[in-house]
């Protein structure tokens, strides 16, 4: 699945027609995170819902945190950028079922990240150590 988010809509590439077809509308335009877990694509952005799709059906879980980064590693989520708490990580435990359920505000663990260096500004992975990107600094 190829999927891409332009102005207010999510497109999906159709391999049979080579059109980009419109999957999802009303969205704010805001610059999308993506990651594959247990055949669902999920994308967020910090201001629209947390979104998923399985191939056929787009599905906003508006009980979860919108966050702008969205990485996955070893089979633990982890969320960051969520404007009421922008300076922490949220994750799951190992092999959650689903990322849509977990990344709520009460079901996902957090871990506050040097909290005087400013807000989360990118997630990434260094081999098997999460990177936090900060507007003042980075935390590992």
Known sequence: ????GAGAKMFRYNELTSDWDSIQTGLSGEKFSFVTYKDLV???NGTDNFTY????TV???AGALKG???????DVGYIAGVDTDP???FYTNANPTDLH???TAGGANNEPVNQDEGIITGLSF???ILVVGKSGGMGI
């Open 53 to 56: 799709y399985d191939g056929t």
């Open 87 to 89: 300076s922490t990580v």
């Open 68 to 74: 702008k980064y969205l990485v996955v590693e070893n």
């Open 1 to 4: 699945i190829l999927l891409a």
């Open 101 to 103: 359920s977990t990344f």
């Open 59 to 61: 599905t906003e879980a």
């Open 42 to 44: 999920y994308w967020t």
């Open 126 to 128: 260094l081999g098997p």
